[in-house]
């Protein structure tokens, strides 16, 4: 009873304050990238901290499992360099009767994990995507107050338009300053309307002239037109895709697997079992030698949680493009990650360490 109780006193100390540690971290990156947006005319200004919360929600997974694979490597390697996991071991106990206390004091977090990836994580990446296509709705003309200039979003093109007709999609006595490449055009226009084609929208303007200066040779063109059709809002086609199946919910991946559907959930559920692997794995991972320090045992989990997300994030990519299905994927990863850590498991059991497995082998190729 003391062992179970202080074990998981400890770790739920450490995994408090590392939590917040990391907490404040993510939160900290996700207001520069937010407000970066923001200034960027990507989303709403005022709604900074709104999808900012959102994307806090998403990251909770990595947070969580991250939190839970160093608060359980802290508190045993703080053990071993006390010499307190010398006299646990010492008075009966082996390493395998730490597994039941580590995931009765992870099966909440773990619990909390998978909810979060299979249902939080589709529902926060649409609430932010509803607002930022709310947002792009009021294109460069909408935001346009009549008789002021406005500057575009993406700060390249000013507009002044007389919005005196009770459609939102039509002006007159339209202006366009243009400023790209090194080339100004001063376009204007007695009516202008907007219209859709295909995912595209076009900003139409009648009976309006245009001028065309290079900023290099100062040449200058002039051009009278009736009818000319202006690109304000092209559709954005890169990652289509694996964009949209972040916001798909979980049953719907099931109901329809296409092979994007099966690596997105291939990832919801990776997380999961990266989550109990990396419990589990913490175990061998932490064991210290108390006269070294504990860096290299960071380190070396550190760059497992690294390889081993990276592993997932391929693994979606690879099922998504048909490469490989998604049982055999899981299977090869989790499988064998899992496998691997209950080798080392019982390696630990019966004291062995990879530097005597490795000095054994080289004494029998030798004798």
Known sequence: MLFD??????LARNFMATAVVILTIVMTIMLIRTLGQASRGAINPSEVMLIMGFSMISQLTTVLALSLFISVIATLSRMYGDSEMVIWLSSGRSILTFVPVLLRFAWPILLAICLLALFAWPWSNQQIQDL???????????????GRFQESSGGKRVFFIDKDTPDQNTGTNVFIATNENGVETTTTARQGRIEWRGSDRMLVLERGEQWVQQESSAETRWTRFEHYDLLIGESKMSDTGLKASRQVATLTLLEQPTPVHMGELSWRLGLGFCALNFTLLALPLSAVNPRRGRSYQFALALLVFVVYYNMVNIGQNWIAHGRLGIVQ?????????TLGTLTWLGLRHRQWSWHDLLTRRHQDATA
Do not use: C, F, I, T
């Not at 109780?5 to 400890?10: A, C, F, V």
């Not at 930022?132 to 009549?146: G, I, L």
């Open 329 to 337: 994927w899981m299977l090869g990863l989790h499988g064998l990650a």
């Open 132 to 146: 930022q296509e709310r947002y792009d709705k009021r294109n460069d003309v909408e935001r346009v107050a009549p």
């Open 5 to 10: 109780s202080s074990l998981r006193k400890d």
